[in-house]
């Protein structure tokens, strides 16, 4: 996945996706991929709830066929939703045809104008193609909340020392990520609070 310095190179290379909104003065965009999952989803909309914080969730179609319920409570709670495909499915892995296929699955599901790849792996053909449809959003600040070899103090450190106005910030609702993100997200919450800025929603 890309890690700060990586993305700003990516960006240069992919300038039709999108990767942070810097002209969107004290406001962030919190992100948040792979759910929706019973473990962890209500307690992260519980959450934001507390914040009157709102979110944009890429969600894997498989997971919104088994949880309609929980893709239905992400959309009444004013958050926005992205297809993540249907089956996480690395782009640098599959075929053309079998990629898009899945992300279409995973649209039958997901109703989005957003897509955000897995892994962030895309070709520049399957990017060609799914731009027509989609807006790609990528990031610029990666917690790696799903890496269980850092701890969740590392993992805040990775989105405050990062971050800007307008950034894209990436956590996990997984039960990977989750003991990374139970620490991380509330201080994260906290830190804008105070500071006044505003969780805001990717178009």
């Not at 919190?30 to 009157?52: I, M, R």
Request: hydrophobic share 35%; charged share 25%.
């Amino acid at each position: 996945m890309f890690n700060f310095k990586t993305a700003n190179i990516a960006e240069k290379i992919m300038p039709t996706t999108t990767w942070s909104y810097p002209d969107r003065t004290r406001e962030i965009f919190l992100t948040f991929d792979d759910g929706p999952v019973p473990e962890t989803t209500p307690w992260l909309l519980d959450l934001l709830n507390q914040y009157n914080a709102k979110a944009t969730f890429f969600l894997i179609g498989k997971n919104v066929e088994k949880n309609q319920y929980l893709y239905q409570r992400i959309l009444d709670e004013g958050h926005q939703v992205g297809n993540h495909t249907y089956s996480h499915v690395s782009g640098w892995k599959l075929g053309f045809n079998k990629y898009v296929e899945d992300i279409q699955l995973g649209n039958r599901f997901i109703k989005s104008h957003l897509f955000r790849p897995p892994y962030g792996k895309i070709t520049p053909m399957q990017l060609k193609h799914l731009k027509k449809q989609f807006n790609i959003v990528f990031w610029d600040v990666l917690s790696y909340d799903f890496n269980r070899k850092i701890s969740g103090e590392r993992c805040l450190v990775n989105v405050l020392s990062k971050y800007k106005d307008g950034s894209i910030i990436v956590f996990h609702d997984s039960m990977k990520a989750f003991k990374n993100l139970e620490y991380a997200l509330p201080l994260v919450l906290d830190h804008f609070k105070n500071l006044e800025y505003k969780f805001a929603t990717i178009k």
